[in-house]
């Protein structure tokens, strides 16, 4: 794998510590802001608004310029965004600086997965993603609890500054290790680009990454107070968990990447299957700590031992258009993690309960999961529906035959 693959999957890092450090900063945020938890959880909602919007956005004005420029560009804004969040003076502002933040991380991500696909052969693009997915889930295993950490002792401020400085670190690397990549010869043109929504498996592709993404962070969101108020566990305790469940993360990124290459169908049915699993038994059983520690690290391996196989699909059906499919992936998940805390909070506005979450999180999964099926059944039924990157190896009917298998 190439040594910029990596590097981009350390700037995940920094970008997915930010999109996500707000489940474990909601209640000091709530206070310092003075509005509720659940109106704190829609700055979760603005940043994946950002994302949404931003990802095929900038995919579009960014398309003809050069890609490692770009790149450095967007983690820049990123990190400037942080910035402006540590010194937000009202919750206003606080929720215009991570719709900016978002939008700059939106970009990266599409424009960086884009650039990972390219340099890799077809039969790897899984591990590619999963690398990059990596960074996500070493965000989750030490990003977001320190970040729970540093707002319990030091303020949640301080959590934003210490992003910032990842940001800075991560534009460093982007400068100093990313090859220049020069803008095609034949330079890309949108209305082609855009023919891609044409593909119905784009679009079941779409629903199901955002349906299996949403329905893990409509209740991962209001994990805090989930932990301490229905569970009974001492807000000490929010960080040791965030942490397990990006131990959790790391360990479903890793073997769902190794497995989805030959068995992409098979990762996404029993991946999503067993989040659905999990919310059920969250909802269930969340006033035991035990059981909801455990569950909160079972959460973390199932959401992301499925996202190798969920960006890797994309690729595949929408290989006319690696960026916009790059960006697209990245909407479709946001969409989710737009649609997830939104409902979460909803459900627990209504007085259900922070338990509540997770059924309406397990609702969306079971959506999800019937949507994969059709997917997969209408993939049998069209030979050589998976397109690849232009400029890649061909895929061959071989590979055809294994993204449509399970595991066994």
Request: positive net charge; aromatic residues 8%; contains cysteine.
């Given at each position: 794998?190439?040594?910029?693959?990596?590097?981009?999957?350390?700037?995940?890092?920094?970008l997915?510590?930010s999109?996500?450090?707000?489940?474990?900063?909601?209640?000091?945020?709530?206070?310092?802001m003075?509005?509720?938890?659940?109106?704190?959880?829609?700055?979760?909602?603005?940043?994946?608004?950002?994302?949404?919007?931003?990802?095929?956005l900038?995919a579009?004005?960014?398309?003809r310029?050069?890609?490692?420029?770009?790149?450095v560009?967007?983690?820049?804004?990123?990190?400037l965004?942080?910035?402006?969040?540590?010194?937000?003076p009202?919750y206003?502002?606080l929720?215009?600086?991570?719709?900016?933040?978002?939008?700059?991380?939106?970009?990266?991500?599409?424009?960086g997965?884009?650039?990972a696909?390219?340099?890799v052969?077809v039969?790897?693009?899984?591990?590619?993603?999963a690398?990059?997915i990596?960074g996500?889930?070493?965000?989750?295993v030490?990003?977001?609890?320190?970040?729970?950490?540093?707002?319990e002792?030091?303020?949640?401020?301080?959590?934003f500054?210490?992003?910032?400085?990842a940001?800075?670190?991560?534009l460093?690397?982007?400068?100093?290790?990313i090859?220049?990549?020069?803008?095609?010869?034949?330079?890309?043109?949108?209305?082609?680009?855009?023919?891609?929504?044409?593909?119905?498996?784009?679009?079941?592709s779409?629903?199901?990454t955002?349906?299996?993404?949403?329905?893990?962070?409509?209740a991962?969101?209001y994990?805090?107070?989930l932990l301490?108020?229905?569970?009974?566990?001492?807000?000490?305790?929010?960080?040791?968990?965030?942490g397990?469940?990006?131990?959790g993360?790391?360990?479903?990124?890793?073997?769902?990447?190794?497995?989805?290459d030959?068995?992409?169908?098979?990762?996404?049915?029993?991946?999503?299957?067993?989040?659905?699993?999990?919310?059920?038994?969250?909802?269930?059983?969340?006033?035991?700590?035990?059981?909801?520690?455990?569950?909160?690290?079972?959460?973390?391996?199932?959401?992301?031992?499925?996202?190798p196989?969920?960006n890797?699909?994309?690729?595949?059906?929408?290989?006319?258009?690696?960026?916009?499919?790059?960006?697209?992936?990245?909407?479709?998940?946001?969409?989710?993690?737009?649609?997830?805390?939104?409902?979460?909070?909803?459900?627990?506005?209504a007085?259900?309960g922070?338990?509540?979450?997770?059924w309406?999180?397990?609702?969306?999964?079971?959506v999800?999961l019937?949507?994969?099926?059709?997917a997969?059944?209408?993939?049998?039924?069209?030979?050589?529906?998976?397109?690849?990157?232009?400029?890649?190896?061909?895929?061959?009917?071989?590979?055809?035959?294994?993204?449509?298998?399970?595991?066994?």
């Amino acid at each position: 794998m190439p040594t910029a693959v990596y590097i981009l999957g350390l700037s995940v890092f920094a970008l997915g510590t930010s999109e996500f450090m707000l489940s474990g900063l909601l209640p000091p945020i709530a206070e310092d802001m003075d509005v509720s938890i659940p109106s704190a959880g829609l700055l979760i909602s603005a940043f994946a608004i950002g994302m949404v919007v931003g990802a095929p956005l900038l995919a579009v004005a960014t398309l003809r310029l050069p890609r490692k420029t770009t790149l450095v560009a967007l983690i820049t804004v990123f990190g400037l965004g942080q910035v402006a969040g540590t010194l937000a003076p009202n919750y206003g502002v606080l929720f215009a600086s991570r719709v900016v933040s978002a939008l700059a991380c939106a970009g990266f991500w599409a424009v960086g997965a884009a650039v990972a696909i390219a340099m890799v052969p077809v039969n790897t693009r899984a591990r590619a993603m999963a690398v990059m997915i990596g960074g996500l889930s070493i965000a989750n295993v030490l990003g977001v609890p320190a970040g729970a950490f540093l707002g319990e002792h030091l303020g949640w401020r301080s959590a934003f500054w210490a992003v910032g400085l990842a940001s800075a670190i991560a534009l460093v690397g982007v400068l100093t290790r990313i090859p220049h990549i020069p803008v095609p010869e034949t330079r890309p043109r949108l209305k082609r680009e855009l023919t891609i929504y044409r593909d119905r498996q784009v679009l079941l592709s779409i629903v199901v990454t955002a349906l299996a993404a949403g329905g893990v962070f409509c209740a991962f969101s209001y994990l805090a107070p989930l932990l301490t108020d229905v569970s009974g566990l001492d807000k000490s305790w929010v960080s040791i968990v965030l942490g397990l469940f990006g131990i959790g993360a790391l360990v479903g990124t890793t073997i769902g990447g190794r497995v989805a290459d030959a068995h992409l169908f098979g990762v996404m049915l029993s991946g999503i299957t067993a989040s659905t699993v999990f919310l059920v038994a969250l909802a269930l059983f969340a006033s035991s700590p035990v059981v909801t520690v455990l569950l909160a690290f079972l959460l973390g391996v199932s959401a992301f031992y499925t996202a190798p196989a969920l960006n890797a699909r994309m690729f595949n059906v929408a290989g006319a258009a690696p960026t916009l499919a790059g960006a697209t992936t990245t909407a479709a998940f946001n969409l989710g993690n737009t649609g997830g805390p939104w409902l979460g909070g909803t459900v627990i506005d209504a007085g259900l309960g922070f338990a509540s979450t997770a059924w309406a999180g397990a609702a969306m999964t079971a959506v999800g999961l019937g949507v994969a099926a059709v997917a997969l059944r209408l993939s049998r039924r069209t030979p050589g529906d998976g397109h690849v990157v232009a400029g890649s190896p061909a895929t061959t009917p071989e590979r055809d035959d294994r993204e449509c298998a399970l595991p066994g």
